[in-house]
């Protein structure tokens, strides 16, 4: 029985081929770790009404060095808001293309988080470690924001803060594993759930990761490493 393997390497963006006879499957790995600029990922805010004074939120996000608890030396994509919606979504997003239009995919992330919250820390509507909700998605449209009413809602289906949605599934919270207010990196992923996914006309799929808040409080999050593999399905 004939096997290849071939690995196509660009920057830090893969493509695997596996051949087994006459069936063909790719799998492209999204390898985002900062240390040299976003990797196209950007940040967005959902979840709040407009009539809150936007200086209250606190909304900021970008590229910077980890924590002091962490390796200070390195870097990654720091994000932050201050959820006084209650249910506030802090967001990435990321645009993969190079695959067959229309073709079925899955989708598994693996994520390394930068997070200073214990378990079991009180706060005000909620803990900052276990009400805030970290989850993941992958799509055939842009994951954005829409204004109704005076609210920017988010445009897809998350699921409300532990609850998962049509278009994410949850990875759990942003507690640290630790039972005080330090930084840590934790793991989460959804290796046993991957996301099944139809990549659109333009052969594209949209890649999202953020924490849906249920603590009425500030989070800052460090996202030091986001890897996402898309596996081709088999044709049947």
Partial sequence: MKKCITWVSLAITGML???NDDKLNAITIVDSAFQTGTDGWTAQFSEYSTATDSVSLEMQAGRARLPIGLDTTKYAFRIQGH??????FMYLKKKVTGFVPNQNYSVTFEMDLGTQYPEN??????SPGSSVYLKA????????RKLEDGTY?????KGQQSEAGKDAVLLGNVSNGADQEIYKLVRRSNLDKPINIKANAQGE?????????????????YYDHIRATIIEQPIE
Avoid: K, Q, Y
Avoid at 137 to 144: I, K
Avoid at 153 to 157: A, I, M, V, Y
């Fill in 137 to 144: 998605g992958a799509v055939a449209t842009e994951p954005n």
């Fill in 121 to 126: 820390s009180l706060g005000a509507g909620g």
């Fill in 83 to 88: 959820n006084r919606s209650d249910d506030m």
């Fill in 17 to 19: 081929f596996s051949c």
């Fill in 153 to 157: 809602h988010f445009t897809l289906d």
């Fill in 205 to 221: 799929i949209w890649l999202f990761v953020g924490s849906d808040s249920g603590f009425e409080g500030l989070t800052v999050l």
